[in-house]
């Protein structure tokens, strides 16, 4: 089974390394009795304090295995690769390459591969509702005017 190897990190980063995207089908999520093949979470390696990421691929005619709904996490979900549907709350629309799908924590959703082929998807999950008015978009960056060094 793959695992996830950190490259580097320091006091204020951590840096690691999946694998090419055509090998996220080889890593497996175990979860409880059952184990998702395809999946792997990395907000764990990367010490994140604040969200989650995981991979995903699905083989042709593949779902997600079950509706599930978060508690307090919304979701965003990058498709990467290939085309499908997606479900939240009964509704059911086409997903494909470059589509992008937020769903708040009570969504209840669910993913299928429909197209000719593997589907490689990217979720961040974070927590609903966590930007106040006083937060711009960009997050609250400050330009240090340092000069790079490489």
Known sequence: MKTVKTTTEGKNFTAVNIGKLSEVKDYVLPLGDIEIPGKVFVGQALQATGSEVSFQTLVLGQDSGFLHTHKTHE?????????????????????????????????????????????????????????????SPAGDGVILGDKLTW
């Open 75 to 135: 979701e965003l979900y990058f498709i990467l690769k290939g085309e499908g549907e997606y479900q939240v709350d009964g509704e059911v629309f086409p997903v494909s390459e470059g589509s992008i799908v937020r769903v708040a924590p009570a969504g209840k959703r669910a993913l299928k591969n429909t197209g000719e082929g593997e589907m490689l998807m990217l979720c961040i999950q974070y927590k609903a509702d966590s930007f106040g008015e006083n937060d």
